[in-house]
């Protein structure tokens, strides 16, 4: 994939959280289109390469409620929780930053190049701080600390207690951002770090909430169209002049939240009779 360096990025007021670092990147490189905006509300959402069912559920739960409220998620393109966010993000229609442990101009190859392509055809970005670097140890430490900086919140979603994503958590702490930790079962090794975020009171204790619950249907034309008859998606798309691709992921994020059900193709409002 073609990248490009990022010149004088320290100027770049939505970047400033990377100054914050005691070792800020000299450097950073990039593929996709560069928008500073992108970084304007980011959320961090790390956990465990070793991701269970719940975890990829706790994902699906989380990402589409930030995508509604237009924040960019973060992560480090690692197999498992990381990965999963950035696949859920691009599936559900909005922009992710994946901040890579290795050199931009890696050659990727098989899933990795498929959800790279995703991740910059939807508007995102692949970001990292060397030109050509392998990843080897140090590395992935390196990139979390660059995740946590960007960073306005970070979530971590599972983590054992020996996780990288407890060193994101840490940098996290360290920088002031807010941090977050999903509960898991107190059975599962791979929710040990995270319940012990929050039982330290490192963490606060992440639920979750529909973000989309507050709409009324004057904030909303999808639902103001609801309000008057049952539609399919092509159909709010024509009437809306809008693309299905992105009234289909608007109507998963209602759906997700409750506010609209689905029979037959039909999308009707949750509480009409």
Known sequence: MDYQKLANWQKIPELKGLLDLSTPPKELFFCGNFDPEIFASCIGVVGSRKMTD??????????????????????????????????????????????LGWGIDTKLTGDDLKLAKKIVESGGLLLSEWEAQKAT???????????????????????????????????????????????????????EGTNLLIASGKAQLWLGKSASTNLSLNEDPILALLDQEALGANEIARKLVQPVSQIGAQLSLLLLSGQVLEKGGKYYLADAS
């Not at 739960?61 to 509604?68: E, M, Q």
């Not at 197999?79 to 994946?98: E, F, L, M, N, P």
């Not at 946590?148 to 983590?159: F, G, K, P």
């Not at 002031?176 to 930790?181: I, Y």
């Open 137 to 191: 140890h140090w590395t992935f430490p390196a990139r979390n600390r660059i995740v946590a900086a960007l960073s306005h919140e970070v979530i971590v979603v599972e983590a054992a207690q020996k996780s990288g994503s407890l060193i994101t958590a840490r940098i996290a702490t360290k920088l002031k951002r807010k941090l977050w930790a999903v509960p898991g079962p107190i059975t599962s090794r791979t929710c």
């Open 54 to 99: 719940y975890g990829s559920r706790v994902v699906e739960k989380i990402v589409p409620d930030l995508i509604f409220k237009n924040q960019t998620i973060i992560s480090g393109f690692m197999y498992g929780v990381d990965k999963y966010a950035h696949q859920t993000c691009v599936d559900y229609g909005g922009k992710t930053v994946a901040v």
